[in-house]
């Protein structure tokens, strides 16, 4: 059973910085592809990034291209998204995800764990 426990939310003002961090409690992390989503109140689930299991591939969103950055380091079985010049538009609970699939999907539905989520508030 893969458990994940997000950490790293907060309140930031706009242009602000946070570091979402991600463990993974499963064994064989190495072998899952990573994303982080995101769900504003009254919104959808919506897609933020995702990373493939070696980390040399990553997919992001339009609305978080060059200011999002995520990685991860297997050998801690963990994922990180650093999030620079934060807009209060990117105000959402933040949710980690694992795939057992190869691909970089985009979709939720793609998705076969998923942490609790952690809060990020940015205010303007």
């Known amino acids: 059973q893969v458990q994940l426990v997000e950490s790293g939310g907060g309140l930031v003002q706009a242009g602000g910085s946070l570091r979402l961090s991600c463990a993974h409690s499963g064994r064989s992390f190495s072998s899952y592809t990573m994303g982080w989503f995101r769900q504003a109140p009254g919104k959808e689930r919506e897609f933020v990034a995702t990373i493939n299991w070696s980390g040399d591939s990553t997919l992001y969103a339009d609305s978080v291209k060059g200011r999002f950055t995520l990685s991860r380091d297997n050998a801690k079985n963990t994922v990180y998204l650093q999030m620079n010049s934060l807009k209060p538009e990117d105000t959402a609970v933040y949710y980690c995800?694992?795939?057992?699939?190869?691909?970089?999907?985009?979709?939720?539905?793609?998705?076969?764990?998923w942490g609790q989520g952690t809060q990020v508030t940015v205010s303007s």
């Open positions: 995800a694992a795939s057992r699939s190869g691909y970089l999907y985009s979709h939720p539905a793609n998705f076969n764990s």
